[in-house]
């Protein structure tokens, strides 16, 4: 080998895998980079180092944002929206055989008894809509709401289930619905994130901070969980004896460095980091002020039951409102501890799903109310729901009742409700057997949910999409040819 030939060889060799990779301008270099870093087909192009800029949706969008009430755990349709009078009259019969067979439950064993409705239901408003008593003042409002009774999954425990319910995907990896929506339209507030996650209850979800993921998407669009106690973010103020211009200047530097390296190695996942960094110093004045419950009258916090200074559902809905105001894409609020399993009073129906929904009951409506009078929920597409549903029959482990009163996961049919944003008020949409255990009518799949929400924000499901792992991935799953847009509910 001669000498020449011999630097050419130690040169390769030192060459890492992925700066050859992106030095290749065609054949296999190109085609593994197309399929590895990703790359929208069907999507917007936009300026990596503007990645949240504003865009057009591909046709008139009703919704301009959206605000997701996810109640993990998931609530009991049958104790709230759900009412079948044929379940209370099988309450505390043996579960028919035909009900069990081929079904595979959480933790119910052998042949549970049957459990009607724990409350009394009523009707209210004009569109008639059926209510339990645990949500009096939700009953005020039931004429602003669509409500979808035949809401099904093929998921049974929490965390794949509320992968699902906000991926698509049941196993991690995917992109969060908010994800898509800032990706696909970005955010017409440049000082606060195009998509914030506020929590209550005490716990995150069970499949953590997946469900508000950016997967496969650059980490920009991923949500940033903010705090309605305290900071909004933490560390997001200056470190004691930094003034704000030396923190400009070191800033200013690694904006130099990124630039460079960006130049040197093109990952657009560099300029990205440039700009998450610039997001970060606008927000130290713009989030401050945004999460600052103490400019809201003593009337409004009456309004929604606020508790400033600490952590609540209220809190987070009055949050919510105004991030909503101030521009912010997608609003996702998750309230723990649903799972009325009546394993101990904590989870019984009688008494934490009774205190749960004291929490959520009056600031949902109040932000309802308030959206409306200000004129934005024409063009703010509300969601509430839970991951799944919960079984007719009373929950028994091992054989035995539970010492309190509670039900299983059922992913055969739940309820959920969205207002605003360009849906059908004062309609219910679907429905399930005499029994609630399954949807029979109009059935809604999460991935029809997802084709519907994208569909009020000005995009077809089918072309917001993202090249990776060999394909043009999209929210509602390549896998799920038959997802559709439930039009009966579009107004």
Not at 428 to 448: F, L
């Amino acid at each position: 080998m001669s000498y020449q030939n011999h630097l050419r060889h130690a040169q390769l060799a030192h060459q890492t895998r992925r700066h050859f990779l992106s030095t290749c301008t065609s054949g296999l270099g190109a085609l593994w980079l197309a399929t590895t870093t990703g790359r929208a087909w069907g999507g917007p192009s936009r300026d990596p180092a503007k990645p949240l800029a504003p865009m057009l949706p591909l046709f008139p969008a009703t919704a301009k944002r959206v605000i997701y009430l996810h109640m993990a755990g998931s609530p009991s349709q049958h104790e709230l929206f759900d009412y079948k009078p044929d379940l209370a009259k099988l309450n505390g019969k043996e579960c028919p055989k035909e009900f069990l067979e081929g079904k595979q439950f959480a933790f119910i064993q052998g042949v549970p008894k049957m459990l009607g409705p724990q409350f009394p239901f009523k009707q209210y408003g004009q569109s008639g809509a059926w209510l339990s008593d645990r949500l009096p003042h939700f009953s005020s409002v039931v004429d602003d709401v669509c409500f979808i009774k035949s809401m099904h999954t093929d998921q049974f425990n929490h965390g794949p289930a509320q992968l699902l319910v906000h991926t698509g995907n049941q196993n991690v990896g995917a992109p969060s619905i908010g994800a898509w929506a800032t990706y696909g339209l970005g955010s017409e507030n440049q000082n606060l994130p195009g998509f914030i996650v506020l929590t209550s209850g005490g716990k995150n979800p069970d499949a953590g901070k997946s469900v508000w993921g950016a997967g496969y998407l650059p980490s920009v669009y991923q949500g940033v969980q903010c705090r309605s106690e305290g900071e909004p973010v933490l560390y997001l103020g200056d470190p004691p004896g930094i003034p704000r211009p030396i923190r400009r200047r070191a800033l200013d530097t690694l904006e130099q460095l990124n630039h460079q390296l960006a130049e040197d190695v093109g990952d657009p996942e560099t300029l990205t980091r440039i700009a998450q960094y610039e997001m970060a110093y606008r927000m130290q004045t713009d989030a401050s002020e945004a999460f600052d419950l103490r400019q809201e009258s003593p009337a409004m916090h009456q309004f929604y039951g606020t508790q400033p200074g600490r952590e609540s559902f209220a809190n987070n809905c009055l949050l919510a409102r105004r991030l909503a105001e101030r521009g912010v894409r997608y609003i996702q609020l998750f309230h723990w501890g649903w799972d009325s399993h009546g394993d101990c009073q904590g989870n019984a129906l009688n008494g934490g799903f009774t205190d749960r929904c004291k929490e959520v009951d009056q600031p949902m409506t109040a932000l309802l109310k308030d959206l409306k009078q200000r004129g934005l929920l024409d063009d703010t597409l509300v969601v509430w729901g839970g991951e799944f549903g919960r079984t007719p029959m009373l929950e028994n482990r091992g054989g035995n009742d539970n010492p309190f009163v509670g039900r299983d996961h059922n992913p055969g049919a739940f309820t959920l409700w969205m207002a605003g944003g360009g849906v059908k008020p004062g309609i219910t949409h679907g429905a399930t057997d005499p029994i609630g255990y399954q949807s029979i009518i109009d059935k809604v799949s999460t991935h029809d949910l997802h084709a519907t929400m994208l569909h009020l924000m000005g995009f077809d499901h089918q072309k917001l999409t993202f090249q990776t792992q060999g394909a043009p991935q999209r929210l509602s799953n390549i896998t799920k040819p038959s997802t559709r847009v439930v039009r009966q509910i579009v107004a």
